[in-house]
């Protein structure tokens, strides 16, 4: 995985929400054939009920709350799967490769802060974040992969991208 350019604005910076495919004020449950899969993360924190349903459980502030959290959120993406919600699953699945992401810009930038916005943009200094959030990104990972590689929930991501996107 390569590095962010010197001086490139992330993607948040010019974000603008009238085109982004995921919306705050559809019930994803009600209506799931709105849903897109997109790409990584995307939509895990605007996809309602699911939001209110996951969100809370998700903390990774050191290993052993990181545990707690993701083996609560596996268990949600178990349960969404076998009730046939994908919607759930993929959030849930979201959400695990979200706590590894996080967790890692915070042990790799003191603060999670991985940009300077007043220096145009440009990347801080690598290396300075906690040590105990590396650690919390590996309990993540483990079950971000655990998810992904689920074959049911394999079959039923290939399925739904065919058929809705």
């Given at each position: 995985?390569?590095?962010?350019?010197?001086?490139?604005?992330?993607?948040?910076?010019?974000?603008?929400?009238?085109?982004?495919?995921?919306?705050?004020?559809?019930?994803?449950?009600?209506?799931?054939?709105?849903?897109?899969?997109?790409?990584?993360?995307?939509?895990v924190l605007i996809c309602e009920?699911?939001?209110?349903?996951?969100?809370?459980?998700?903390?990774?502030?050191?290993?052993?709350?990181?545990?707690?959290?993701?083996?609560?959120?596996?268990?949600?993406?178990?349960?969404?799967?076998?009730?046939?919600?994908?919607?759930?699953?993929?959030?849930?699945?979201?959400?695990?490769?979200?706590?590894?992401?996080?967790?890692?810009?915070?042990?790799?930038?003191?603060?999670?802060?991985?940009?300077?916005?007043?220096?145009?943009?440009?990347?801080?200094?690598?290396?300075?974040?906690?040590?105990?959030?590396?650690?919390?990104?590996?309990?993540?990972?483990?079950?971000?992969?655990?998810?992904?590689?689920?074959?049911?929930?394999?079959?039923q991501k290939l399925a739904w991208?065919?058929?809705?996107?």
């Amino acid at each position: 995985m390569t590095d962010h350019p010197k001086n490139k604005k992330p993607s948040y910076v010019d974000f603008e929400i009238t085109t982004y495919q995921w919306k705050p004020d559809i019930d994803y449950r009600k209506h799931p054939t709105q849903y897109k899969v997109g790409k990584g993360e995307q939509g895990v924190l605007i996809c309602e009920p699911y939001k209110s349903e996951i969100g809370p459980f998700w903390r990774f502030k050191n290993p052993e709350v990181a545990i707690k959290s993701a083996e609560k959120i596996y268990q949600l993406f178990l349960s969404y799967l076998s009730n046939d919600d994908f919607v759930g699953a993929d959030l849930s699945r979201k959400y695990l490769q979200m706590g590894y992401t996080r967790a890692r810009r915070y042990a790799n930038y003191k603060g999670g802060k991985k940009y300077d916005k007043d220096n145009d943009f440009a990347l801080l200094e690598r290396g300075t974040g906690e040590e105990l959030k590396a650690k919390a990104a590996a309990i993540f990972y483990e079950y971000w992969k655990r998810a992904e590689n689920q074959p049911d929930y394999q079959q039923q991501k290939l399925a739904w991208k065919k058929k809705y996107g």
